[in-house]
């Protein structure tokens, strides 16, 4: 069977990538300080002998695209990753805190340690980028060298971000959002400890789909203006812990057959605006005067 460009390129260019290691391998520059990783994956052969099986599983996913995968990368590079992690007071996360997200994100790519350069390196690498294609049938796939939204996600005790869809444009490149992906670094993380991603009806209405935030758990989606997602469900871990996951997100120049894409920001679930309504409804009621409520219903019974 003859192959296609696409099919080419990507035979060619996955399996040295996933054989590459992040360490530095040039003789004699091993020094107490650089950590060596044997390499960014625990097992290449699980993503290059099944690219027509996790293109089935993906494809077919309800109630939309995605994968789940667990111990994908290395234990030891991910351990890396999260030591690297900023403190919770520093001031180089950018803080969100509303009714609907508390949550904090790297400010800068510039902010990444060692380990986490050397995983965002291999996330954006050409022969990365071909697989997720080859998989998700999403072509011409770019990264985010500056990580607009990406690289650290830090819940906090306490904090959830309300189910959603995401953000379809790139905040300064113009570039359209297509794929998320989810690197969860919980060590021994309980289901009692919240924080779990749930994937929603495409009308955002019924939570379907459940992922437990555990170490080495990765998930990748599609982002779509109809694809509902979020971590409703508040943390509630012990005091001094927090849910954490890496984030990058890939992108398209357009969308295929659509010119001119109108930018959003995140969009909350309907149910979510219903909730909120009845809230206000019931806090206009409790601030009435009874005497003024008494007289509407005299009203509406006249009527």
């Given at each position: 069977?003859?192959m296609?460009?696409r099919?080419?390129?990507?035979t060619?260019?996955?399996?040295?990538v996933?054989e590459?290691?992040?360490?530095?391998q040039?003789?004699?520059t091993?020094?107490?300080?650089h950590?060596?990783?044997?390499?960014?994956l625990?097992?290449?052969?699980?993503?290059?002998?099944?690219?027509?099986?996790?293109?089935?599983h993906?494809?077919?996913?309800k109630?939309?695209p995605?994968?789940v995968f667990?111990?994908l990368?290395?234990n030891?590079?991910?351990?890396?990753?999260a030591?690297?992690?900023?403190p919770?007071?520093e001031?180089?996360?950018?803080?969100?805190?509303?009714?609907?997200l508390?949550?904090?994100?790297?400010r800068?790519?510039?902010d990444?340690?060692?380990?986490?350069?050397?995983?965002?390196a291999f996330?954006?690498?050409?022969g990365?980028?071909?697989f997720l294609?080859k998989?998700?049938g999403?072509?011409?796939?770019?990264p985010?060298?500056?990580?607009?939204g990406?690289?650290?996600?830090?819940?906090?005790?306490?904090?959830k971000f309300?189910?959603?869809v995401?953000r379809?444009?790139?905040?300064s490149?113009g570039?359209?959002?297509?794929l998320?992906?989810?690197?969860?670094l919980n060590?021994?993380?309980?289901?009692?400890?919240?924080?779990?991603?749930?994937?929603?009806?495409?009308?955002?209405?019924?939570?379907?789909?459940?992922?437990e935030?555990i170490?080495?758990?990765?998930?990748?989606?599609?982002?779509?203006?109809?694809?509902?997602?979020g971590?409703?469900?508040?943390?509630?871990?012990?005091?001094?812990?927090?849910?954490?996951c890496f984030v990058?997100?890939?992108?398209?120049v357009?969308?295929p057959?659509?010119?001119?894409?109108?930018?959003h920001?995140?969009?909350?679930?309907?149910?979510?605006?219903?909730?909120?309504?009845s809230r206000?409804?019931?806090l206009?009621k409790?601030?009435?005067?009874?005497?003024i409520?008494?007289?509407?219903?005299?009203?509406?019974?006249?009527?």
């Amino acid at each position: 069977m003859n192959m296609t460009g696409r099919d080419k390129y990507t035979t060619e260019l996955v399996d040295p990538v996933y054989e590459a290691t992040v360490r530095d391998q040039r003789a004699g520059t091993a020094s107490a300080t650089h950590m060596e990783i044997d390499g960014v994956l625990n097992d290449a052969s699980r993503l290059t002998a099944s690219i027509e099986s996790l293109r089935s599983h993906y494809q077919s996913a309800k109630p939309f695209p995605h994968l789940v995968f667990d111990n994908l990368f290395s234990n030891d590079l991910l351990e890396c990753v999260a030591n690297e992690m900023l403190p919770p007071g520093e001031a180089r996360w950018v803080r969100h805190d509303d009714d609907h997200l508390r949550q904090f994100n790297l400010r800068s790519a510039l902010d990444l340690g060692r380990a986490g350069s050397q995983l965002v390196a291999f996330l954006h690498s050409a022969g990365f980028l071909y697989f997720l294609s080859k998989v998700t049938g999403i072509w011409e796939l770019l990264p985010d060298p500056y990580l607009q939204g990406a690289g650290y996600h830090r819940i906090p005790r306490g904090g959830k971000f309300d189910v959603h869809v995401d953000r379809n444009i790139a905040y300064s490149t113009g570039l359209v959002r297509r794929l998320s992906l989810l690197i969860y670094l919980n060590k021994d993380w309980k289901h009692e400890y919240g924080g779990q991603l749930e994937l929603w009806s495409k009308d955002g209405t019924r939570q379907e789909v459940v992922i437990e935030p555990i170490f080495n758990r990765t998930a990748i989606f599609e982002i779509s203006d109809e694809n509902y997602h979020g971590v409703p469900s508040v943390v509630r871990c012990p005091r001094g812990r927090s849910r954490n996951c890496f984030v990058a997100y890939y992108h398209t120049v357009e969308l295929p057959g659509i010119k001119g894409v109108m930018p959003h920001t995140s969009i909350y679930a309907p149910i979510l605006y219903g909730q909120r309504r009845s809230r206000i409804r019931q806090l206009a009621k409790d601030l009435t005067p009874p005497i003024i409520v008494r007289a509407v219903r005299k009203l509406r019974q006249v009527r």
